[in-house]
C-alpha cells in the first residue's frame, strides 16, 4: 500500500502549479471566535490553543498572534485538542472532522486524516514514532511514519466498551489512559492490547481530565482529587482529595495541579501538596509548561500564564453566531448573542478595523451583550439594537442608551423595563425605524432626539402576541414589517411619521393569504423591480403587489413560493441580501443560495466552498469593496465577488474547485463553482481520455462530482483535466488533483 502522504505531496506539487482561479480560498476569508480554549501546548516561543473557532498560535518573541481555519486546511474549526511530536509537527484533533496536520516550519494544514473523521478527537499525545488518539470511542495508535492507524482499542479492562477518552500518557513503555469514568493501563509490548484482559483499570473515579509523568511518577487529575500511580504494586492511589482537579503540569521540578476552584496546587512529596501564589484563574480546560517555569492555561475565555509576561488579548469576540453587519466608515460592526453553551462568555459588538478586533460590551457601556441589529444615523453615530436593553448609541467615545426612561421605546415584563429591540433602520431622511419587540414600532429623528412616536400595534387594532421582528423600508413609503407570528405586515404612517390619526396596519398571514408559507418570518428585502422578498422558517416567498391605503389591503399580482424542490438546501430562510449586480443571496440553515432571474442559480455550503458552517444567519453587501460579508453558527465569512461577466459567467468571485484536491471516498463531493450559466462540464485524464459528462442545468453556475466515472466506478489518484462550456460563452479550462481516499 503507498502511504497515504507520499502521494499527497506528489499531487500537492502539481496543484500548486495550476492558475490561480482554481484557488476558490483565495477568495474567501474566515473571521471565527478562538475565545474558547479547549487545549494548549507550549514549546520555546511558539504556544498553540486548540479553540472553537480553529488553532491560534501566540509567537512569544514577537508577541503575536496568527490564525488556522479550516480555510487553511483543517478539517473543521471546532478543534479538541493539540500536541506536537518529536520533529516539530503539529496535530490537532477536531470534532468529527478528521485528524489534521501542520509541519513544522508550514503555514499550512495537511488534508485531514480520513480515520477519524466521524469522531470527536478529545487529547494527543505523541511518543517516539506513534501518535496516541483519544477520542470519544476509545483510543488509537497512528503510526506517525506510515500515516496509517496501527489498531484501536475501545474496551480498556473494566472500563466501559467505548468509553470517551480524554487524557493519555506513556510512561515506561505503559500506556496510561484517562477516560470518563476512570483510569486505564496497559504494557505497549502486549501482544493483543485490543483483549480487555491485557487491560488494568480502576472506575468510578469520574471523568479523568489529565494525566502527567514527571520524575517518574504518573499523575491524574479526577473529579475526586490527584491519583498516583505506584509501578511495585501496580495501582493508583489518591495523593490529594481537597478540591476537584481538572488540569496538571510540570514546574520547576514539580508536579502542578490546577483546581476546578481557579486555586494551583504544587506537589511537594507523598500527599505533600501546597498552594501556589498565583493569581486565581477559573475554567482551566488544559496545561502546558515549558522549560523556564511558565504554565500555559487554555480556558474557557482565553490563553492564560503563570510566571511568564502575560500575552495581550487576542481580542477575540466571544461569540460566533452573528445576526445584524454594517459597513461603517470602512469598519465591518457586526452584533452577536452568547453561543447556547457559552452563556459564560461576553458577546457584544464587534469592530473589525484594518484586521484587528475591538470588543463593546457591558464592560464598555454596553446596555447587555445580546445585540441583535445595527444602524446608523445621519452623522454616522452607530446604533446598535439589544434584546432587553433598548438602544445603544455611540456618541464620540461614549455609549449612550435609549430606553423607556428616555425615549418613546417601552419595556415588557414585571417592570416594564425590558425593552427588547428587532431592528433598527434609518429612512430617506435620517428617520430611524425601530422594532420595539411585543410593543410596535418606533420613529426617532435622531440623537439628540428631538421628535419621537411609538405605533402601538395594540392601539392600531392589532393583538398584542403580534411578533415583530425586521423592518424594511418600501419604495411605495409604507414599511415592511416581518413577524414571526403573522408573517407579513405592512405600517402606513399616512406620510406624518410623527402624528397618529391616519396610521394603518395591514396583517398578511395565512389567515388571509393561504400562499403564504409560514407566519414565521424572519427577514425581508425588496428589489428593484418590486418584488418583496419573506424569508420564513418553510420557504422564501417571492411577492409582487400593491398596498392600497384607501382599502387597506396589499393586492396580490403574483405570488411564488421557493423551497428545497426549487434547488435551496434548507427551508429555514434566516436573510436577504441583494449584491451590486441585483442577485438576491438566501442565508439558509443549511448553506448560502443565489437566485438569479427568478431562479436558483447555485448553493455554496462548508463542503463545495470556503463557507465556515451551513447554518448561515446574517448577510451585508459592501458595494465600495464588492464583498458579501456572512454571518454563520460558527463565525464570519468574507466572500469577494467577481464584475459581472459579459459572456453570460457566474460573477462569483472567480472560477474554483473546491476541495483540491479532492480526496474520494464514495460520499465526498467536488464543486465546480463560477462557471458559466448553464454549462456543460466534462472531466478528462491527464491523458485525455473522457471521464465523464455533467450538466449545471438552466440558469446554473455550478455543478459537483461524486468522483465516478461514467461506469460507476471511483476514479484513481491523478490530475484531471476539466472543460465547461455554454452556447453564450468560450470555453473555461482548468486542472484539478484526486486522491483516493479507499485506496491510497
Not at 226 to 243: A, C, G, H, I, K
Not at 703 to 712: H, R, T
Amino acid at each position: 500500500m503507498r502511504p497515504l502522504h507520499i502521494t499527497l505531496i506528489l499531487l500537492l506539487g502539481l496543484a500548486c502549479s495550476l492558475s490561480a482561479q482554481l484557488v476558490v480560498d483565495s477568495e474567501w476569508a474566515a473571521f471565527t471566535s478562538m475565545t474558547q480554549a479547549n487545549d494548549v501546548v507550549a514549546r520555546g516561543d511558539d504556544v498553540w490553543l486548540a479553540t472553537g473557532g480553529g488553532a491560534l498560535h501566540y509567537d512569544r518573541s514577537t508577541q503575536t498572534y496568527r490564525r488556522f481555519t479550516r480555510l487553511d486546511g483543517l478539517g473543521g474549526n471546532q478543534l479538541l485538542s493539540v500536541t506536537l511530536d518529536d520533529v516539530g509537527d503539529l496535530w490537532v484533533g477536531t470534532a468529527a472532522s478528521g485528524l489534521s496536520r501542520m509541519r513544522a516550519g508550514a503555514s499550512h494544514f495537511d488534508p485531514p486524516f480520513l480515520e477519524f473523521r466521524d469522531r470527536d478527537i478529545l487529547t494527543l499525545r505523541a511518543h517516539n514514532d506513534r501518535l496516541f488518539v483519544g477520542t470519544d470511542r476509545g483510543v488509537s495508535i497512528f503510526l506517525l511514519d506510515k500515516q496509517e492507524v496501527k489498531e484501536s482499542y475501545r474496551r480498556l479492562g473494566l472500563i466501559s466498551k467505548d468509553a470517551a477518552v480524554h487524557a493519555l500518557a506513556v510512561h515506561d513503555e505503559l500506556l496510561f489512559v484517562g477516560t470518563s469514568e476512570g483510569l486505564a493501563w496497559a504494557s505497549l509490548s502486549q501482544p493483543n492490547l485490543q483483549d480487555p484482559d491485557s487491560w488494568n483499570s480502576v472506575r468510578n473515579l469520574g471523568n479523568v481530565r489529565d494525566l502527567v509523568v514527571n520524575d517518574g511518577t504518573v499523575s491524574a487529575a479526577t473529579a475526586l482529587g490527584v491519583f498516583t500511580y505506584d509501578p511495585v504494586t501496580d495501582r493508583f492511589s489518591l495523593d490529594y482529595n481537597q478540591e476537584v482537579v481538572v488540569g496538571l503540569g510540570r514546574v520547576n521540578g514539580l508536579t502542578l495541579a490546577a483546581t476546578s476552584d481557579g486555586n494551583f496546587m504544587r506537589r511537594l512529596g507523598l500527599q505533600i501538596w501546597r498552594r501556589m501564589g498565583a493569581p486565581v484563574i477559573n475554567d482551566v480546560r488544559a496545561v502546558s509548561t515549558i522549560d523556564d517555569g511558565s504554565v500555559w492555561l487554555a480556558t474557557g475565555t482565553g490563553l492564560r500564564v503563570l510566571g511568564a509576561e502575560a500575552p495581550a488579548p487576542a481580542g477575540e469576540p466571544g461569540s460566533s453566531r452573528f445576526y445584524d453587519l454594517r459597513i461603517v466608515d470602512g469598519d465591518l460592526w457586526a452584533a452577536s448573542v452568547p453561543d447556547d453553551q457559552q452563556r459564560s462568555l461576553s458577546a457584544g459588538v464587534y469592530q473589525l478595523h484594518e484586521g484587528s478586533w475591538t470588543v463593546f460590551d457591558k464592560s464598555t457601556g454596553m446596555p447587555n451583550d445580546e445585540l441583535v441589529a445595527i444602524e446608523t444615523d445621519r452623522e454616522d453615530r452607530v446604533w446598535i439594537g439589544s434584546w432587553g436593553g433598548g438602544v445603544a448609541i455611540l456618541d464620540g467615545n461614549q455609549w449612550v442608551e435609549l430606553d423607556e426612561q428616555n425615549s418613546v421605546l417601552r419595556g415588557i415584563g414585571p417592570n416594564e423595563d425590558f425593552v427588547a429591540v428587532g431592528d433598527v433602520q434609518r429612512d430617506a431622511q435620517g428617520n430611524l425605524w425601530v422594532v420595539n419587540v411585543a410593543v410596535g414600532i418606533a420613529v426617532i429623528d435622531g440623537y439628540p432626539q428631538t421628535q419621537g412616536y411609538l405605533f402601538d400595534q395594540v392601539a392600531l387594532g392589532q393583538p398584542s402576541r403580534l411578533d415583530l421582528y425586521r423592518i424594511g423600508l418600501a419604495q411605495a413609503g409604507h414599511k415592511w414589517v416581518a413577524s414571526r407570528t403573522d408573517g407579513l405586515v405592512i405600517l402606513d404612517d399616512g406620510g406624518t411619521p410623527f402624528t397618529g390619526g391616519d396610521d394603518q396596519i395591514v396583517v398578511v398571514n395565512t389567515a388571509a393569504e393561504t400562499r403564504l408559507s409560514s407566519n414565521r418570518a424572519f427577514d425581508l428585502i425588496e428589489d428593484k423591480d418590486g418584488v418583496l422578498w419573506l424569508a420564513t422558517d418553510s420557504g422564501l416567498n417571492a411577492i409582487q403587489g400593491s398596498y392600497d391605503r384607501t382599502a387597506g389591503r396589499f393586492d396580490v399580482d403574483s405570488w411564488r413560493v421557493y423551497n428545497t424542490l426549487d434547488g435551496l438546501p434548507s427551508d429555514e430562510i434566516n436573510a436577504l441580501e441583494l449584491d451590486g449586480d441585483g442577485h438576491l443571496w438566501v442565508a439558509t440553515g443549511s448553506g448560502l443560495s443565489r437566485i438569479d432571474d427568478g431562479e436558483v442559480a447555485f448553493t455554496l455550503t462548508s463542503t463545495n466552498s470556503g463557507l465556515i458552517n451551513d447554518r448561515v444567519t446574517g448577510l451585508l453587501f459592501d458595494e465600495d469593496s464588492n464583498e458579501l460579508w456572512i454571518g454563520t453558527f460558527d463565525g464570519l465569512n468574507r466572500l469577494r465577488l467577481g464584475t459581472a461577466p459579459v459572456d453570460g459567467g457566474n460573477p462569483i468571485a472567480s472560477s474554483g474547485v473546491f476541495p483540491n484536491p479532492f480526496v474520494t471516498d464514495g460520499r465526498a463531493r467536488l464543486t465546480f463553482s463560477g462557471l458559466p450559466l448553464g454549462a456543460t462540464l466534462q472531466i478528462y485524464t491527464i491523458q485525455g481520455e473522457l471521464v465523464t459528462s455533467l450538466d449545471a442545468g438552466i440558469g446554473r453556475g455550478s455543478v459537483s462530482w461524486n468522483g465516478l466515472n461514467d461506469a460507476g466506478f471511483l476514479v484513481g489518484s491523478g490530475i484531471y483535466l476539466y472543460v465547461a462550456q455554454a452556447p453564450s460563452s468560450s470555453p473555461l479550462r482548468g486542472r484539478f488533483a484526486v486522491i483516493d481516499g479507499i485506496n491510497p
